[in-house]
């Protein structure tokens, strides 16, 4: 795993963002974690030959669960974009004003297409990078966490375990 430190520093300003689009994450997680919970006791009630309404009300859990994950991952996405975006954005405008202070003659002495394929492309990546790589990232750390939370409401030894 590699984190940059110059690139996080670019988030000023954005960060809160970025933890709101790491807390869905999480949220998305927790209620992945949580139709698992909820398909575990739907499937217990149908081997149980439970009853129709039984069955239904976890039926009925277990396709919000689906759903409702579905809304906030949706939602992290769209935050983690725009975040990136506005990063690009401020780091582009950064680029731009060193360009202009440096000069045409600063490109005389270099190749002039290589420096643009860097500042496009280079700026470009910073989306995988704050949009994808960042969040997830954090959330792959902190998702064990809430599993063990899930697990330790019922069985703290076999939380720990996990």
């Not at 997680?29 to 698992?36: E, L, P």
């Not at 739907?42 to 030959?49: K, T």
């Not at 202009?100 to 500042?119: C, K, N, Q």
Request: aromatic share 12%; with cysteine.
């Amino acid at each position: 795993m590699y984190f940059d430190r110059r690139l996080w520093q670019l988030t000023r300003g954005l960060r809160g963002w970025v933890a709101l689009a790491i807390l869905l994450g999480v949220i998305a997680s927790i209620v992945g974690i949580a139709r698992f919970a909820i398909l575990g006791v739907l499937l217990s009630h149908v081997f149980n030959d439970a009853g129709f309404f039984a069955i239904a009300v976890p039926a009925i859990g277990v396709a919000a669960a689906v759903i409702l994950r579905g809304v906030v991952d949706h939602h992290r996405a769209m935050i983690s974009h725009r975040t990136a975006t506005r990063v690009q954005e401020e780091l582009r405008g950064r680029l731009y004003d060193k360009i202009a202070a440096l000069g045409p003659a600063w490109f005389a002495g270099e190749r002039t297409g290589g420096v643009m394929l860097s500042i496009v492309d280079g700026v470009e990546q910073l989306q995988s990078f704050f949009g994808q790589y960042v969040p997830q990232l954090c959330i792959a750390v902190l998702t064990p966490l809430a599993i063990f939370v899930f697990i330790a409401f019922w069985d703290v030894p076999v939380a720990a375990v996990m």
